[in-house]
């Protein structure tokens, strides 16, 4: 059974970097792609950027284009996301997930397992 295990959150200033890092286990790893999503409070779960496992082709969100970079390492089947510039609009709890097979969306929904999330907080 493959877990998501996420971690890397924490406080940061406004204009501050936090690295965030997903890291799957299991013996038995399937992935088309995977993302990270992010939920702040009385808003619906959104995405943030996503990753294609085999090609490394991305997608970002418009909100986070050139301030964020999603990327992965395949022999420690983690992916990880850079964020730079953060805003304090960008606190959330931070969720990476997973994408057995192919579906031409990025809707949560369409992601089957994920992780436990990690906070965010940017203070100004």
């Known amino acids: 059974q493959v877990q998501l295990v996420e971690s890397g959150g924490g406080l940061v200033q406004a204009g501050g970097s936090l690295r965030l890092s997903c890291a799957a286990s299991?013996?038995?790893?399937?992935?088309?792609?995977m993302g990270w999503f992010r939920q702040a409070p009385g808003k619906v779960r959104e995405v943030v950027a996503v990753?294609?496992?085999?090609?490394?082709?991305?997608y970002y969100a418009d909100f986070v284009k050139g301030r964020f970079t999603i990327s992965r390492d395949k022999a420690k089947k983690t992916v990880y996301l850079q964020m730079n510039s953060l805003k304090r609009e960008d606190a959330a709890v931070y969720y990476c997930?997973?994408?057995?097979?192919?579906?031409?969306?990025?809707?949560?929904?369409?992601?089957?397992?994920w992780g436990q999330g990690t906070q965010v907080t940017v203070s100004s």
């Open positions: 990753i294609n496992w085999s090609a490394g082709n991305t």
């Open positions: 299991g013996r038995t790893f399937s992935c088309y792609s």
């Open positions: 997930a997973l994408k057995k097979y192919y579906s031409p969306t990025y809707y949560p929904p369409s992601f089957g397992l």
